[in-house]
Structures are given as C-alpha cells and as structure tokens.
C-alpha cells in the first residue's frame, strides 16, 4: 500500500512580478525612443527588484533573463539618447540680435550742450 500515499508536487515557477514589470516598461521605453528619463529609470528599478526576488525565493520565481534583458535595454538607451539627442549650442554673437538698445550715457554725449 506505498502508493496511497501521493508524493508531493512542488509549486510550479512562475515569472516573478517585477520581472514582468521590467520589461514590459523596458519594451515601452523602447516604444518611445528612450525619451522619457523617469520610465527608463523605473524600468532599470523594477528589473532590480525583479532580480533581488528571484533570488529570494528562487524556488517559487524564475525571469532572471527578462531582467537582465531589461536592464541591458534601458542602458543602450540612455547610451543612444545621450549620443544622438542634440546638445543645445547658442549662435555666434554676430548673429545675435540684442533685445534692447544700449543704455545712453549721460554725461558728455548729449548733442546741443
């Protein structure tokens, strides 16, 4: 009568939450071409809480790909935004058009004095 007694069946894996959570931001940063700076950041911090769940509880979460796959995309983002988003450059100063004219000086320019 040994097979009355079932053997227990360990919990099935599942994707941890956080995990999920990474690279679905990651994928939507991408999406936006990297311009939002606080979802890339939100997206690197999920794929770190992600990874510090999985390790854990390494028994009951698995996704340890999705987020390292999270943080290698939100990197080479920041890396493409950085190097071909424009910089700001402010024209020569021959090219510049003054907003207002230049204070007159009282004391010996006037003409009829």
């Not at 079932?6 to 999406?31: F, G, H, K, N, Q």
């Not at 770190?48 to 390292?68: D, M, V």
């Amino acid at each position: 009568m040994e097979g009355d007694n079932p053997t227990p069946v360990p919990p099935r894996r599942r994707y941890a939450p956080w995990a999920l959570a990474a690279i679905v931001s990651a994928l939507l940063a991408l999406l936006l071409q990297g311009s939002l700076v606080p979802l890339n950041l939100a997206a690197a911090v999920m794929a770190l809480l992600g990874l510090r769940q999985i390790r854990r509880e390494p028994e009951r979460y698995i996704g340890r790909a999705f987020c390292w796959l999270a943080i290698a995309l939100v990197l080479i983002l920041a890396v493409l935004t950085a190097l071909l988003e424009p910089t700001p450059v402010l024209p020569p100063a021959e090219y510049m058009v003054p907003d207002e004219a230049p204070p007159v000086s009282e004391e010996g320019g006037g003409a009829g004095g």
